[in-house]
C-alpha cells in the first residue's frame, strides 16, 4: 500500500510538473477565440465532433509550442532567476520526456487537422512551422511580440477551415484582433526581463525602445483590437449582445493598463493571466450569446 501511495504522489507531480512546463492555463488564451472562429464559420453550434478536433488541435499546437520554448530556451531559463523553477530547469522533468511529449502533441495537432478536412491538414505544417519558429524569434527581431500575436491568431483562422473548409473576411478580421490583443500583452510581459534580456543578447520592444514606449505601444495595440473587434458585425450578423460584451471587454483593457506602470510592474501577472483569460472567456460568451439570440 506504502509503495502504490508513493507511486501515485509521483505520478500526481509528474502531471503538475508537465502542466508547468507547457502552461496549459494559456491555452485558455487562444482556445476561446478557436471556438469563436467555429460559431461564426458554423452560424451557430458547430457539430460535437468537429468542436472536439477543434479542441485537440488546439490542444496540440499550444502544447508543442509551450514544450519547444522550453526546450529552446533551456539555457537561457537557467540564468533567468524569474524562470529558475521551471521543470526542465529544476530536473523534475527530463529532455528526453520534454521531446517525447513534443512528438506527442505535434502527432494530436496533425490527426486533428487530418480528422477536419483537407485543407486543415495542408495548412497544418506551415501552421506548425509559424508558431514553433516564435521561440527563435527573440534571437533575431525585437518584434518578437507580433510573431507570438500571429501564431495565436491563427487560432479562429483555423477553426473557421475546420468547419468550412475555406477562408473568408471575418476569421481574418477577428485573427487581426487576437493578434494584436496578444501582442499588446506580451510587451507588458517582456518588460519584467528587460534586465535579463539585454545582459543575454536577446531581443525584445521593451529592450530596443524602452519599458514606457513598450506601454504605450500596449495601449494602442489594444485599442486597435476593440476596434477591429467592433468592426466584426459588418461581416457577420452579430448584433447588440456582442457588441455589448465588446464594451465590457474594452473596459477590462483599461483596467488591464491601469494596474501596470513603468515604474511598478509588481502587478504584472494580475494583468497577464487573470485580466486576460476573462478577455477571451467574454468576447466568446458574448458571441455565443448573440448567436443563441437569433
Not at 210 to 229: C, E, F, K
Amino acid at each position: 500500500m506504502t509503495q502504490a501511495v508513493a507511486d501515485r504522489a509521483r505520478g500526481v507531480r509528474a502531471l503538475g510538473a508537465t502542466l508547468s512546463m507547457i502552461k496549459f492555463q494559456h491555452t485558455l488564451f487562444a482556445l476561446p477565440f478557436a471556438l469563436c472562429g467555429a460559431i461564426l464559420a458554423a452560424e451557430g453550434v458547430p457539430p460535437w465532433r468537429t468542436i472536439g478536433w477543434i479542441v485537440g488541435a488546439m490542444v496540440g499546437a499550444r502544447s508543442a509550442a509551450m514544450v519547444f520554448n522550453r526546450i529552446a530556451d533551456l539555457e537561457y531559463d537557467r540564468r533567468n532567476p524569474r524562470t529558475g523553477s521551471r521543470p526542465l530547469v529544476t530536473g523534475a522533468l527530463g529532455m528526453s520526456f520534454a521531446w517525447g511529449f513534443l512528438a506527442a502533441s505535434v502527432a494530436l495537432f496533425i490527426l486533428s487537422a487530418a480528422m477536419l478536412n483537407r485543407l486543415a491538414l495542408l495548412l497544418s505544417v506551415p501552421a506548425l512551422a509559424l508558431i514553433l519558429s516564435y521561440s527563435y524569434a527573440k534571437r533575431v527581431t525585437w518584434l518578437t511580440h507580433l510573431h507570438l500575436g500571429v501564431a495565436l491568431g491563427l487560432a479562429p483562422i483555423g477553426a473557421w477551415v475546420a468547419v468550412r473548409g475555406d477562408i473568408a473576411t471575418a476569421p481574418l478580421v477577428l485573427a487581426a484582433a487576437v493578434t494584436l490583443w496578444v501582442a499588446g500583452f506580451d510587451l507588458i510581459y517582456a518588460c519584467q526581463d528587460v534586465g535579463f534580456d539585454r545582459q543575454a543578447g536577446l531581443r525584445s520592444f521593451p529592450v530596443r525602445f524602452g519599458i514606457p514606449a513598450a506601454l504605450r505601444v500596449s495601449n494602442l495595440l489594444h485599442l486597435a483590437m476593440v476596434v477591429l473587434l467592433v468592426t466584426l458585425p459588418a461581416w457577420t450578423d452579430l448584433g447588440w449582445v456582442y457588441l455589448a460584451g465588446i464594451g465590457v471587454v474594452a473596459g477590462l483593457l483599461v483596467y488591464e493598463h491601469r494596474l501596470v506602470r513603468a515604474d511598478d510592474l509588481s502587478r504584472v501577472n494580475q494583468a497577464f493571466f487573470t485580466i486576460n483569460g476573462w478577455i477571451s472567456f467574454l468576447v466568446l460568451l458574448a458571441m455565443a450569446t448573440d448567436r443563441a439570440s437569433i
